[in-house]
Each structure stands twice: as C-alpha cells, then as structure tokens.
T-cell receptor, first 112, second 113 residues
C-alpha cells in the first residue's frame, strides 16, 4: 500500500530563515507533486517532479526528487510571511495522476 | 479560460439525507477526480472518471457514487449522510489520466448536522 509521509507536520519559522520539508513515500514512483493550500482555499499546484534528480525552483521555493531514496524535499530560502500556508506532497497511485495519495501536510507559519 | 468550477460552495445537511455535488472541468479536460478533505488532513481520493468511465475508486463506502456526463462534467452523490461525511469535497481535472498537472476546484464545504 502506498503511503506518503511528511515531516515536520508543523513548522514555525522566522522571516529570513531557511528550512526544508521532507516527503517520503513507500513504493516506487517516477513522479511527485507539491501543492500549497491557504486556509479555507483549494490546492494550488507548485511543482511537478517527473524524474529522478528533478529539481525545480520558483521564487523562494525549490523542490527536488530522489526516486531511489523515495524522497522529495521542499526547501524554503529566506522565508517571508506570504509563504505561510499548508504544503502537501502527493504521489500518483498506479501511475494515474488523477489518483493521488497525499501526505498529511506541513503547516508552515512564518513570523516576523 | 475558466478553471475547475464546483457547486455549491457550501452546503448544510442533516444525517440521513442525500447530497449531490457538481463539477465542471477545465475546457478540454476529460479526466475528473473527486477528493474528500477532512479538516487538518490531506485530501483523500474518492473516484476518478475518464471518458465517462470509472477509472479508480478509493476506500469509501457504497454510499458514495459518481458519474461523468458526455460534456465531461461530473456529479458526486452521497447517500445516508453521516456526521463523519462533513468535509471539503474537491474536484480536480486533467487532460488525460497521466497528464502532467491536476487542477483543483475551490471545493464544496459540506456540513452534516
């Protein structure tokens, strides 16, 4: 059974600091997705990682995928308050991206 | 282009009632998936439909059913509502089932009293 685990589940950061969120998954997958969710809102796609060694960056966020280790990381550089949200990683079950298995999410709070 | 649209945005029902949630995918998208998100948890897969056929089903009871119409819009039906069905129901669409991105709608917040 495919399981996706994120850590930490809660993260309180100061503005300007760096931190990394980790996402481990239990079975082979060649792709992984990162989403952002603001309170009461839907999911916003951040990154789609499609192969081993894939690295993508957008602003202060950088995501990477190691399919051999079954590990993805989301690195936050010089955090700002606007990054406060819940971040989810997700892995497709059976190769179908319509059937995603999500982690429990990492609730990020960036404080001045 | 409009994104994934869902209706209604909020709904209050009582235990035992039936509910129908609706979803219109992005124009040109043929795959629709439904997810349930309980407060404080990640979304949980319920169904996927592609070209009007069920392509996947999550671990939900038979009280949950869905269908996809010729215009690729979709309905999620839940019978005999329980308190535990209170959640945000999200619809997502993509072009093919293995398309690169899954686009989510704003969701329907269902409260069961």
């Amino acid at each position: 059974e495919l399981k996706v685990e994120q850590n930490p589940l809660f993260l309180s950061m100061q503005e300007g600091k760096n931190y990394t969120i980790y996402c481990n998954y239990s079975t082979t997958s060649d792709r992984l997705y990162w989403y952002r969710q603001d309170p009461g809102k839907s999911l916003e796609s951040l990154f789609v990682l499609l192969s081993n060694g894939a690295v993508k960056q957008e602003g202060r966020l950088m995501a990477s995928l190691d399919t051999k280790a079954r590990l993805s990381t989301l690195h936050i550089t010089a955090a700002v308050h606007d990054l406060s949200a819940t971040y989810f990683c997700a892995v497709p079950k059976g190769g179908s991206q319509g059937n995603l298995i999500f982690g429990k999410g990492t609730k990020l709070s960036v404080k001045p | 282009d409009a994104g994934v649209t869902q209706s209604p945005t909020h709904l209050i029902k009582t235990r035992g009632q039936h509910v129908t949630l609706r979803c219109s995918p992005i124009s040109g998208h043929k795959s629709v998936s439904w997810y349930q998100q309980v407060l404080g948890q990640g979304p949980q897969f319920i169904f996927q439909y592609y070209e009007k056929e069920e392509r996947g089903r999550g671990n939900f009871p038979d009280r949950f059913s869905a269908r996809q119409f010729p215009n690729y819009s979709s309905e999620l039906n839940v019978n005999a509502l329980l308190l535990g069905d209170s959640a945000l129901y999200l619809c997502a669409s993509s072009f093919p089932p293995r398309g690169e991105k899954l686009f989510f709608g704003s969701g329907t917040q269902l409260s069961v009293l």
